[in-house]
């Protein structure tokens, strides 16, 4: 006999059967979408998705309905991820939504994050390559369509906050099949024109169907190579897309890119009159200094007595070049002394002063004869004296005993 189990039991038993089967723990379900309630007061969503053969039972709780951003209702055709189980208390298995997205938006976000990694691998997103913005453009180009609210939004803040620019208008299709192509030849043109010094492409918010263009690969690579600084201002702040990615700088709002692209003109006229009143201080601080110095040397001893500076000064003046003549004569006076003490010793050791007194030198081929063992009986010599020399013939030679 099986044992008798309470309704609660088996509905929680059934529940773990469900719970515990790994193919239900995550899975998208398509279907449509009917009897659709936001229940305000807890911020949970309750619907029933169904198809042309069967339906089931979903709800979404707040924590997750919260991240929902489109506007559900009945008749949408959606994907819904989540998992399946039973709600014990009335016994009916239903689906637990966690997220939920129109059914062509499901598409596109997969082809977004293939792109999107694909552009990534390739490097078309790092921060190395973004071109900085010109902090005083003379010309912004825009790009976006002529009858959105973004154009008029972007001009009014601009003309507000920097109207010493000039605006480029050059209206695109910003949605459907056309619109990615639009975008690039008119960014072609743009560049070539070489106009711009900054451009602004982007529209206001919208579906992700709408905003689809922005996601071309050929467009993104179009703005990755542009000359120009390139600022993408697609949809709202929750929006992103392959442009913000690749662009030079990414805007939440086109409003908020027109902010980035130029400066605020009261700033800049209070940063510049902030700057001329410190300009000005400095130089009545600088003038006022100089001019107290410049007073307190024309009030100054030399200038008031400028006879008795130059007085003092020509006595001290005459007082040095004596000392200077007197250091000179007492310098060549010592200079002479020992110039002539020199000569003295010189002229004692000089074979001329030996000449002078009486002596004569022997010579033989230019050679001095500086021995009589020397000489030879009948051999010419010349000798050297005081006054020139004579040329003499050896007679006789006589050695005295002295010598040896």
């Known amino acids: 006999m099986p044992s008798v189990l309470s309704v609660k039991q088996l509905n929680l038993y059934v529940r773990s059967?469900?719970?515990?089967?790994?193919?239900l723990a995550y899975v998208k379900v398509e279907g449509e979408i009917s009897n659709f309630?936001?229940?305000y007061a807890s911020g949970h969503l309750y619907f029933t998705l169904k198809d042309n053969d069967a339906l089931i039972k979903c709800v979404m709780f707040k924590s997750n309905a919260t991240k929902v951003k489109a506007n559900l209702a009945d008749g949408m055709?959606?994907?819904?991820s989540g998992r399946v189980s039973i709600y014990e208390k009335d016994g009916q298995y239903q689906f637990y939504a966690d997220s939920i997205v129109p059914k062509g938006e499901g598409e596109l976000a997969e082809k977004f994050?293939?792109?999107?990694?694909?552009?990534?691998?390739e490097g078309l997103f790092k921060t190395e390559f973004k071109k900085p913005l010109p902090k005083f453009p003379k010309n912004i180009a825009i790009l976006t369509s002529d009858t959105g609210a973004a154009k008029h939004d972007i001009i009014n803040v601009l003309s507000r906050r920097y109207p010493l620019c000039?605006?480029?208008m050059c209206p695109v299709l910003v949605q459907g099949a056309e619109a990615a192509q639009d975008l690039i030849n008119t960014l072609n043109q743009v560049y070539k024109a070489n106009k711009a010094d900054v451009i602004i492409i982007g529209r206001g918010g919208g579906s992700a169907e709408d905003l689809w263009a922005f996601n071309d690969e050929n467009l993104a690579r179009t703005i990755f190579n542009s000359p120009i600084p390139v600022i993408s201002a697609v949809g709202h702040e929750t929006d992103f897309t392959i442009c913000d990615f690749v662009a030079d700088m990414r805007a939440p709002t086109p409003s908020a890119a027109a902010e980035l692209a130029v400066p605020n003109?009261?700033?800049l006229k209070s940063n510049l009159n902030g700057l001329f009143k410190r300009v000005n201080n400095s130089y009545n601080y600088f003038y006022n200094n100089a001019a107290g110095r410049l007073n307190n040397v024309a009030q100054s001893w030399f200038f008031k007595n400028p006879n008795r500076f130059f007085t003092d000064k020509m006595q001290q003046l005459d007082k040095v070049l004596d000392s200077l003549k007197n250091t000179y004569s007492n310098i060549l006076s010592l200079a002479q002394k020992n110039t002539d003490l020199l000569g003295a010793k010189l002229n004692a050791v000089s074979p001329l002063g030996v000449l002078a007194r009486g002596y004569s030198v022997a010579q033989t081929n230019g050679n001095v004869i500086k021995n009589v063992n020397d000489l030879k009986v009948g051999q010419n010599i010349t000798l050297v004296m005081q006054g020139g020399s004579a040329e003499c013939e050896v007679k006789k030679t006589v050695k005295e005993q002295f010598y040896e």
Not at 77 to 80: G, H, L
Not at 113 to 121: G, H, S, T
């Open 17 to 23: 059967l469900i719970e515990g089967d790994p193919r």
């Open 37 to 39: 309630k936001n229940h």
């Open 77 to 80: 055709s959606v994907i819904c």
């Open 113 to 121: 994050k293939l792109i999107k990694e694909k552009l990534e691998k």
């Open 166 to 168: 000039s605006v480029l």
């Open 265 to 267: 003109i009261t700033e």
